[in-house]
Structure formats: C-alpha cells, structure tokens
C-alpha cells in the first residue's frame, strides 16, 4: 500500500498568497468592473533594465545558432556570472568570497526551502515570527515540527537576539520579509558569535539586500568576523533587478563552512550543495544568465539601482500617508515593504480595504502568530497606482 507523506497535512492547506488570491478573484467575480490595485504579493511591475533585455537577446541569438550554441550547462552556474557575482557583490565591499563558493539557481526561494534537505531530520530549527511562509513549510514537510519561533515584534525592532535560542539551524532575513526592518552589523555579530560559540548555523536570506540605502547597514551576513565558519547567504535577482519572472538567484557556501556526523566529525556543506544540486537541478538558463550577467555592467548597475529607486520612491508615500492616517509602521525605508499595525484582525482589515477600497494587501497573520495586528504592503506598482491606492485607503480609513 503506498501511503502519502503525513507531514504535508500539519502544513496549512494552503500557500497564503494562494489565498489571497482566491479571495481577489473571489472580489472581482462579484464587482467584474472593479479596478484592483494589488499592493499585496511582492511581485515586481517594472520592466526589466534594457542592459538586461538586450543582453538576454544576444544569448537568444547564441542559442539560434551553431557556433555558440549551449545545451546542458553547469549545475552550479556558469563561470561568467559567478566571477562577476564575486567581483561585484562581494570583493568590492572588501568581502572573501570565492567565485566556486557561488553557486546560481534559479532564485532564493528554491534555494532556501531546498537547503534542508543537507541537515539531519532530528536538526532544531529556528525562525522569526512573522516570516517567510516557506522556511516553516519546507522543513514541516521533511517532518521537523518543533520549530522554534523567535519573536520579532516592536519591542525588540523586529530583530530578535540569539540569548535563550535552543537551535541548530537559524533562518535570518534582512532586509525583513514581512517587516521591512533592517538588522544593524552589531546585531548581527552577536548571531554570529553564537552560532561559532556552539557550532550552529545561520542561513541567511539576503534577497532584498540591493533596497538598503542607509549607511552602516549590512548587506552580507560575511561582513561580520567569524561568519564564513557558520553561515550561509541566499540572494534572488527577483527584486534586484526584476526577475521574479526569470527565476535567477544564488547560494553562497564557503569553503570553511562544516556540519557534524552522528560522531561529531566536521563534514564540509559546500560539496553537499553541490552534490544535491547537480543530481536534482540542471541549472539556470544560459540567457537567463546572460541577462543576470548584465546587471552587473556599469549601465546593468545604474538601471536596476534606479528602478530600486522608484520603488523605494513608493515605499516612502506609504509609509508616509500612514502616519497621517494614524497608523504606526515600520519598514519602507531600507525595503520595499511597510509594515503597518493596522490596530485589530489582519484578515479583517485585508477583507475590508479589498470590499470597500479595491485595494490588495498582505494579511499580517499569514507570516506567524507574531504578524496578527498587521499588513504587509508592497511598493511593487506604478506610481499611478499607488498614489490612486493612498487616496482610496485615505477615504476608508
């Protein structure tokens, strides 16, 4: 008899932006003439840099041809973004990383719900709360169901502190999603010299690391001493430079970076990413690589960083108009969400901007126990729109 992994039914049932989604379709069956704005799903609405569009037409051009034709490429990635990722991202901000320590994908959320699979069933997990759906989901799926919750509330500005954490494996994400909150270097060496204190491991989500604008904040998790030796740092070109259509990211393992067996022996993580992605991922695309390759050019650089710049443009109108409104919030300044304290029910107030504004947010409780009281709203849509969603929030609210 084949039986069913019994872990998929103590996950919710469904994906919260799969709800969302039914509950806007559900709005604009029964309002068909209705205009709604989405400032819900982080998705990106600008189009991508021309530096990207034109290099990935080059790679179009290759593929159409004999002579510099790719089949099959490197699991990992190929050498041409890899170097460019280690020059750019890493060794002009005075950070060691090594271009064979990156490993590309085709985004960090794959990648972060895929790195579970090289720890031990019985390994301790700790997130925040709220947080990013598909850290709990993946390992409650590989049937890890005491996951610690670290509380990232107001009190403690949305960063919590490792004193007290009984974890193995932590999952840190900076700039925050949900909460827009950014972690200070200080605040971030205190994980890393606890996680180096008890051989523990940090995984490092720092998707939205190209929105910090404020001086002194971190963008890598490697530029705190010591972190080469217990972390490990995902990223996503989705809202860098807006692939979340593309599907492009990468996983930084270092050299130095081990585990333990059952008998307490170091075993090295960076040849078991690469194992587990050459025997189950056949890579990003080339063009798709190409186009990644692009944002790093002096002009990729500039078109993405402005892009970037609009979106934080938006940010500030929200969080701004929600201030007047009365509301506290936290976020959209070094991030493209503003996280709001809408004063009761998330799924209430979610329920009553989508009826009465046409206005899509994120519930607060989607992300955790700890986001109830809240909404995520995204900076991702047109100036337009935004300005047209403030007045419409202005008007319920």
């Known amino acids: 008899m084949i039986r069913v992994n019994e872990n998929y039914s103590k996950i919710k049932p469904t994906y919260l932006f799969a709800e969302i989604a039914h509950r806007v379709a559900a709005r604009q069956k029964a309002s068909p003439d209705a205009k709604i704005i989405r400032l819900g799903i982080g998705d990106v609405t600008e189009p991508l840099a021309p530096s990207v569009v034109e290099a990935m037409h080059r790679a179009v051009d290759d593929e159409g041809g004999r002579e510099n034709f790719h089949g099959y490429g490197p699991e990992q990635g190929y050498a041409f973004l890899r170097e460019k990722i280690a020059d750019v991202d890493f060794a002009r901000c005075g950070i060691d990383i090594k271009a064979d320590e990156i490993l590309v994908s085709d985004g960090a959320k794959c990648d972060c719900g895929n790195i579970q699979e090289l720890f031990a069933a019985d390994t301790k997990i ?33 960063v919590p502190r490792p004193e007290g954490c009984r974890a193995d494996v932590v999952y840190l994400c900076y700039p925050n999603n949900p909460t827009g909150a950014v972690a200070t270097k200080a605040q971030l060496q205190e994980w890393v010299d606890w996680a180096n204190a008890g051989k523990r491991l940090l995984i490092f989500d720092a998707a939205y690391e190209a929105f910090i604008r404020t001086p ?123 996280w709001v304290d ?18 899509v947010t994120t519930p607060g409780a989607g992300f955790g126990k700890a986001g109830e009281g809240y909404a995520r709203i995204s900076a991702f849509n047109s100036r337009e729109n935004v300005i047209e969603a403030l007045d419409r929030f202005g008007k319920v609210l």
């Open 126 to 158: 700790a997130v925040g709360d709220p947080v990013y759906p598909v850290y709990v989901d993946t390992n409650v799926m590989a049937g890890r169901l005491d996951i610690e919750l670290l509380p990232c509330i107001a009190e403690n500005g949305f």
């Open 216 to 338: 002194g904040i971190p963008h890598s998790i490697y530029e705190c001493e010591g972190a080469r030796t217990c972390a490990i740092e995902m990223r996503s070109y989705s809202k860098t430079a807006g692939f979340t259509g593309i599907r492009c990211g990468y996983t930084v393992v270092p050299e130095d970076l081990a585990a333990y067996d059952g008998a307490g022996n170091p075993v090295a993580l960076k040849p078991m990413w690469t194992r587990r992605q050459t025997t189950k991922f056949n890579g990003a695309s080339y063009i798709t690589q190409r186009g990644a390759e692009a944002v790093y050019s002096e002009r990729g650089i500039a078109e993405t960083r402005a892009t970037i710049d609009f979106y934080l443009g938006n940010a500030k109108l929200i969080r701004e108009a929600f201030e007047k409104f009365g509301y506290k919030v936290a976020g959209g300044v070094d991030s493209p969400y503003v």
């Open 342 to 359: 809408v004063k009761g029910d998330s799924w209430a107030f979610f329920d009553r901007m989508l009826v009465e504004a046409n206005v």
